[in-house]
């Protein structure tokens, strides 16, 4: 698995594929902490928000790198299972590579409020940024041409999840947990006191029942269009 997971993040790097999700990164980032300083939990928790479609967009592009005639060799060496697992670490891995790089970001703009509590803003920061990073993935492999065969249809994917997201993960929204909760995240932590455990257990369970979904809809139609 470990070569293969190799051989994508090279394709992914040396092609240039990453050129246009690393320059939204760029923007994104700009115009969050451009404005000048906040405390950390709050920078962080909209930094892994609107970081979100950028990373869908980036591992969809990961994980169509291959044409498809080789991504079926590959499903015929190793096994649909492990070719499958392969593309979604490799996106992973360059995803949390993006947060560690989003979550420095800040101190090069001076984005962050040091008269407020910076550890623990950080360490919810991180959990933000973790909480994103599996959703992220998983609608882009929803939106990969594995899935939905054609660059138009995955563009529709990424668009309505992105879309759908922001309108169902505002307060008040009749049907939040139909979206992982980015938003609900970005909102626990927009105070620089601690969300209760509660709360963050919450939000955990919630984006890990989401994923679980999702990734197993991703599987199935995987399979069968295989």
């Known amino acids: 698995m470990s070569p293969l997971i190799r051989m994508r993040l090279a394709g992914f790097l040396r092609g240039g594929r990453i050129l246009p999700p690393a320059i939204a990164v760029l923007i994104v980032l700009g115009v969050i902490y451009g404005g000048g300083a906040s405390p950390a939990s709050v920078a962080y928790g909209y930094s892994a928000a609107a970081l979100f479609p950028v990373l869908a967009w980036q591992s969809k592009l990961l994980l169509d790198t291959e044409p498809d005639g080789q991504r079926r060799l590959a499903r015929v ?15 992973a891995a360059l995803a949390l590579i993006v947060c560690v790089l989003a979550m420095g970001a800040p101190w090069l703009f001076h984005g962050i409020d040091t008269k407020e509590p910076v550890l623990s803003g950080t360490l919810l920061g991180v959990l933000a940024h973790l909480l994103a990073v599996p959703p992220a993935i998983a609608v882009g492999a929803l939106a990969s041409r594995a899935v939905t065969r054609g660059a138009r249809n995955g563009v529709a994917v990424l668009v309505t999840a992105a879309v759908l997201v922001v309108v169902l993960g505002l307060q008040g929204s009749f049907a939040p947990w139909l979206v992982p909760p980015v938003m609900a995240t970005a909102r626990a932590l927009n105070d620089v006191t601690i969300p209760p455990v509660t709360t963050l257990a919450l939000l955990t369970g919630w984006a890990a029942a989401w994923c679980a979904a999702v990734f197993t809809a991703y599987a199935f139609l995987r399979r069968s269009r295989s």
């Open 77 to 91: 060496a190793v096994g649909a299972r492990t070719e499958a697992v392969a593309g979604l670490l490799a996106a």
